[in-house]
């Protein structure tokens, strides 16, 4: 049987909608999109939204310019349906990562954002850091705060030709990310228009997962939804695989730290 099929859509979508994260103290997973202009960040959040209420959403959080349309720290509660109670996940959208033609968000602001800093709203300025003299700055974060799942959203069609400088950026992310034991996952977008076939998309995935310095299996290819009038059963399975599997990677972590101390 077809993994590409109702029964697992409805499966995936049942598993999110009543998923309960390993640690009791934490309300939900505050997973930030990180990616350069043009990777698909904000349309992401649209995509699952649409996914899960079972009809394209139309949100004015996506745009289309050579720059980067997002300018705040915004979250999204993702609701198992709509109108309904607000599931285990919130994304967090942010300016772009910066490029050779692009300033966009930095690395220190990054940090401050990560560790729960940095207030909801805050508007980012590429030529004035993130410091504890801003509005809301918060210097003590509790955990419901910080992020606790990091997704590096990158572009198929455009991950051969990233510069030298964006590609530096990544996996400096990637290391701090990981020294602080931080769950990390690539989502690979716009895989549609450069995969026909499952060598090509390997190929894309393996070069994904090179850039930022991650395993293989830790790269999931998505659609978002642009141009279609409703949602699909293919598209659909992706985007509701990306959001349980953000979920098990906090859990994932949560559980190998408590192992851990049981052996310290």
Known sequence: MSLFCGRTRQSLRQNFASYKLVLETLPRVRALLLGPVGS????LVNSIRSTIYRRI???PNVGTATGSFTKKLKSY??????GGSPSALSLCDVMAIGDED???????????IIKGHVPEGYKFQSDFPINDKI???????TLKDQIHCVLFVLDAAKVTS?????RTSLRRLHTTVSDLGIPQLILLTHVDQ????????MMSMQKA???VGLPLSYVLPVKNYISQLSVDLNTDILLLNVVNSILQAVDDTQCGAKLSACFC
């Open 209 to 211: 997962a090179q850039l």
């Open 102 to 112: 692009f300033a966009g968000l930095s690395y220190s602001d990054t940090l401050d």
């Open 162 to 166: 990233y510069s030298s400088s964006l």
């Open 77 to 82: 509660d993702i609701r198992a349906e709509k």
């Open 57 to 59: 959403v139309h949100l």
């Open 194 to 201: 450069v995969c026909c076939a499952v060598k090509e998309s």
């Open 135 to 141: 509005n809301g700055y918060r210097a003590a974060p």
């Open 40 to 43: 698909g960040k904000s349309s």
